[in-house]
């Protein structure tokens, strides 16, 4: 059956970062167990990070910065996070909108439940001004 | 939790964002779905009813592994007279009244320690941590007693205990954390490939919409026009649907040629999870069981020790066979020794409805010979469908049919119902 999607904070589809401003974006993937599988890929880099990359794997909460480090920054950059429910049913992704000075903006927070065969691919594209 | 991976179907979706990137992953879906030959189904392993021991259960086998956290089944009625109504191996004709309901709660090692490190029993680190405690799982409960079949009419307690010695469905077996590791490799893959397909994507209708905000190579000119483009026609589905239908047919024509050009990446990992899914969901299981019915001092008490071995013929079929040592411990005759043969064949005949969600209805054929000092052989035979009320609760139906008088008084078959709940998964649900 279909994947549960429950946006708390639905997918604006673009995302401007002024990363000249210091502004970075923060994952976070909350994952129910047994094993998550996911995986953050990029358009211009492909798989940045697989979830079995995250020392302590498997576990219920993976977090990683996008776009603080230089090497990050593609303009016109499509990112795409696709969690799959093989052996794990549930996950909560989040993605926030940080800067140097502390400020976080939530950019999207969605809930989702799927069955072993099921996946759930959420992407949006990065604006670097 | 393994109970996620093996009760699930194998049917694949792909949950849809909105607008345009949902969009692209409804038209890959759509084309894979083309690519389909078959469709498989699912495993069905879980025993959450009584012991097949407790001649008021409403499973006649047992299945090797029981709840991975914690489950209660009642065994409310025989709807029909039947086999509930025993004759004892004298002959002695059973009085009847009082015969009706069993009740029993499973929980696993693994529930028991979740619930003494006060740790949620899903968490992955812990779930890690504890394989071998999810082999072990105990049984406690109590079975209603009639003076002519149980020479007591105090109820029996029920104590049950199962070892899964192989468990080749256990997520963390060296062999499942390599398949395991070839689905994220597909998953990777295929995030590869989505992400770089849906930027193609948006900068097509950009350019063919937006034609003087492109530069030769179609690439964007503004780029704050082409956010507030996909911002504003494409991030939604009522402003994509709008956008789509503005497109030409050329244009339709070349996103179809950028999915159908991408489409390997997404075959692969569907191809994959179903692979390493039916790999999971159909290895064989075998443990060891050991369950009683204990009764006072005047009653007499059932002993079964039990190999129990589980086998997915496909994902929706599960092949069941238990050969048992049983033993009638009674105070005023005879006691009875003998061994006991069954086997079953469970299918599932819907789907599930999420992960936590009801379990899928499931249709059970078994059969079973008993073979016991004293009396002639036994042979019993089943069929049960299980119907899921809400998820974590289940009214099981069975319609049993025995050969013979020893175990069948005046009609030779009975309709049962009972009810199962498993905790974890209710509680779950009202979350």
């Known amino acids: ?129 | 939790m393994l109970a996620v991976i093996l009760l699930y179907p194998v049917s694949a979706w792909t949950q849809s964002e909105p607008g345009v990137n949902g969009w692209i992953d409804k038209q890959i879906d759509g084309l894979l779905d083309k690519q389909l030959v078959g469709q498989n189904g699912q495993g069905s392993d879980k025993q959450r009813e009584s012991p097949a021991a407790d001649s008021r259960s409403t499973s006649l086998v047992d299945q090797s592994s029981a709840t991975d956290f914690f489950s209660v089944a009642a065994n409310v009625i025989p709807v029909t007279p039947g086999l509930s109504q025993f004759v004892s191996s004298t002959g002695s004709s059973g009085n009847t009244s009082g015969a009706a309901g069993s009740t029993t709660a499973t929980a696993s090692l693994y529930a028991l320690l979740a619930g003494l490190n006060k740790v949620n029993p899903t968490d992955p680190k812990f779930y890690a941590e504890h394989v071998f405690s999810r082999r072990f799982s105990f049984t406690i409960g109590t079975a209603a007693s009639t003076l002519a079949t149980d020479n007591s009419d105090t109820p029996a307690t029920v104590y049950g205990a199962k070892v899964l010695l192989i468990n080749a469905r256990e997520l963390y077996t060296k062999a499942n954390l390599a398949r395991i590791k070839q689905a994220q490799e597909a998953n990777a893959n295929a995030a590869k490939a989505s992400a770089a397909l849906k930027l193609q994507v948006k900068k097509l209708i950009f350019a063919a919409l937006n034609p003087a905000s492109v530069d030769a190579n179609g690439e964007p000119s503004d780029l704050d026009s082409f956010a507030a483009f996909i911002k504003d026609h494409l991030a939604s589905d009522a402003n994509f649907q709008a956008t789509l239908s503005s497109l030409s047919t050329e244009t339709n024509k070349r996103i179809q040629t950028l999915i159908e050009n991408s489409l390997a990446a997404f075959s692969q990992e569907r191809a994959v999870f179903r692979q390493k899914y039916d790999e999971i969901s159909k290895a064989q299981q075998l443990s060891i069981s050991y369950a009683a019915d204990i009764r006072d001092a005047k009653g007499n008490n059932y002993h079964r020790a039990e190999l129990i071995f589980d086998y997915g013929l496909s994902p929706r079929i599960n092949w069941t066979v238990n050969a048992s040592a049983d033993y009638t411990d009674r105070k005023t005759s005879s006691d009875s020794k003998g061994g006991r043969f069954a086997t079953s064949f469970q299918g599932n005949l819907t789907q599930p409805d999420s992960a936590w969600g009801k379990n899928p209805i499931t249709l059970t054929f078994s059969g079973e010979g008993r073979w016991q000092t004293g009396q002639k052989p036994q042979y019993t035979f089943e069929s049960k469908l299980t119907i899921p009320l809400v998820p974590g609760v289940e009214l099981p139906l069975a319609y049993r049919y025995a050969n013979r008088i020893e175990q069948i008084n005046q009609t030779d078959s009975e309709a049962r119902m009972g009810l199962s709940v498993d905790i974890s998964r209710l509680a779950h649900a009202f979350k």
């Open chain 1, 1 to 129: 059956m279909a994947v549960t999607r429950t946006p708390t904070v639905e997918n604006p589809g673009v995302v401007k970062v002024a990363t000249s401003k210091g502004q970075y974006l923060h994952f976070i993937v909350d994952a129910g167990g047994p094993i998550p599988i996911f995986t953050f890929a990029s358009s211009a880099k492909g798989v940045l990070y697989e979830a079995s990359d995250f020392s302590g794997h498997p576990k219920t909460k993976y977090e990683w910065d996008h776009l603080k480090n230089p090497s990050d920054i593609q303009q016109l950059d499509e990112l795409e996070l696709r969690i799959a429910f093989l052996t794990n049913a549930k996950y909560t992704c989040t993605v926030d909108l940080n800067d140097d000075a502390g400020n976080t903006t939530v950019v999207l927070q969605i809930d989702y439940a799927g069955t072993p065969m099921d996946k759930a691919p959420e992407s949006f594209t990065v604006v670097i001004q």
